[in-house]
T-cell receptor, first 110, second 114 residues
Framework: QQPVQSPQAVILREGEDAVINCSSS?????VHWYRQKHGEAPIFLMI?????EQKGHDKISASFNEKKQQSSLYLTASQLSYSGTYFC???????????FGTGTRLTIIP | DTGVSQNPRHKITKRGQNVTFRCDPI?????LYWYRQTLGQGPEFLTY????????KSRLLSDRFSAERPKGSFSTLEIQRTEQGDSAMYLC????????????FGEGSWLTVV
């Protein structure tokens, strides 16, 4: 079953923060986050493997709440380069394929 | 470039024709995935391989679609008797088997059926 992302779209001014959520109706083993720019391949951002795990690099971080079966991606002090569509990919079992969410379109304006 | 390579990058074909896409994964990766993506949607799983074994096929994959990975290296995705609804970007991805391994995507092959 496809995970649900919210919001569907968000527009921010440069420097503002954003949170993107990914929820599943099934128990999850892992959550993978990707960013995709129009006409390009999805680019890997990070993987979260354990419930409650929080990861981050630079100004992008994420958390994974295993009990709630959801993950959140945090973008701090957004830059123009953060624009794109963000997808979460979920793995129900170890070593299974990813099922991608509905996507969140992020637009950063100067 | 040592990333996932796909070709052709763009293909325009007439309805009813057959098309084949090729994917060369990252060399040491034993997992290879095919996804399909239409405008405004997330990648949709089609099938995946571990080495040369096809482990799973989506119910979305009709009998007009076939994928192979004959020697556990490159893979091909063939669509027979194409229909306009097949127009999409076909994404290939690869990874190592194991938890926590990153799945890397290729640039995709755009198919337009006219």
């Amino acid at each position: 079953q496809q995970p649900v992302q919210s919001p569907q779209a968000v527009i921010l001014r440069e420097g503002e923060d954003a949170v993107i959520n990914c929820s599943s109706s099934k128990a999850l083993y892992s959550v993978h986050w990707y960013r995709q720019k129009h006409g390009e391949a999805p680019i890997f951002l990070m993987i979260l493997l354990k419930g409650g795990e929080q990861k981050g690099h630079d100004k992008i971080s994420a958390s994974f709440n295993e009990k709630k079966q959801q993950s959140s991606l945090y973008l701090t002090a957004s830059q123009l380069s953060y624009s794109g569509t963000y997808f979460c990919g979920t793995e129900k079992l170890e070593n299974e394929k990813l099922t991608f969410g509905t996507g969140t379109r992020l637009t950063i304006i100067p | 470039d040592t990333g996932v390579s796909q070709n052709p990058r763009h293909k325009i074909t007439k309805r009813g024709q057959n098309v084949t896409f090729r994917c060369d994964p990252i060399s040491e990766h034993n997992r290879l995935y095919w996804y399909r993506q239409t405008l405004g949607q997330g990648p949709e799983f089609l099938t995946y391989f571990q080495n040369e074994a096809q482990l799973e096929k989506s119910r979305l994959l009709s009998d007009r679609f076939s994928a192979e990975r004959p020697k556990g290296s490159f893979s091909t995705l063939e669509i027979q008797r194409t229909e306009q609804g097949d127009s999409a970007m076909y994404l290939c991805a690869s990874s190592l088997k194991g938890p926590g391994n990153t799945i890397y995507f290729g640039e995709g092959s755009w198919l337009t059926v006219v």
